[in-house]
Nanobody, 127 residues
Framework: QEQLVESGGGLVQTGGSLRLSCEAS????????IGWFRQAPGREREFVAT????????YYADSVKGRFTISSDNAKNTVHLQMNSVKPEDTAVYYC????????????????????WGQGTQVTVSS
């Protein structure tokens, strides 16, 4: 089993910055990728960004490209999501998730391809 714990959420003004962290524990040695998803009220959960654990390859949703940066600290089994130039539409609960096996790069943006999920952290952007 793998456990994921998110932290770093909170209230931030439009144009500000916030850094989310996702700490993984358990069977982290076999993790293929760690991703971030978000869910706003009344909307479906959507892909934000993901990083392939060993290769460091990163992928982003178009809505956050150029503003958000995903990175990993392998020694600490932690993945960060640096959120810059935030907008009110970034308001959501942010979840990190672990994909244990390489199921093809096209699955990295798909919720069903992730095996473990954290509890989520709330991000609220005020206008």
């Amino acid at each position: 089993q793998e456990q994921l714990v998110e932290s770093g959420g909170g209230l931030v003004q439009t144009g500000g910055s916030l850094r989310l962290s996702c700490e993984a524990s358990g069977r982290t040695f076999s993790t293929y990728a760690i991703g971030w998803f978000r869910q706003a009220p009344g909307r479906e959960r959507e892909f934000v960004a993901t990083i392939v654990w060993s290769a460091g390859s990163t992928y982003y949703a178009d809505s956050v490209k150029g503003r958000f940066t995903i990175s990993s600290d392998n020694a600490k089994n932690t993945v960060h999501l640096q959120m810059n130039s935030v907008k009110p539409e970034d308001t959501a609960v942010y979840y990190c998730a672990a994909q244990l096996f390489n199921r093809g790069y096209y699955t990295l943006t798909q919720m069903h391809a992730y095996d473990y999920w954290g509890q989520g952290t709330q991000v609220t952007v005020s206008s």
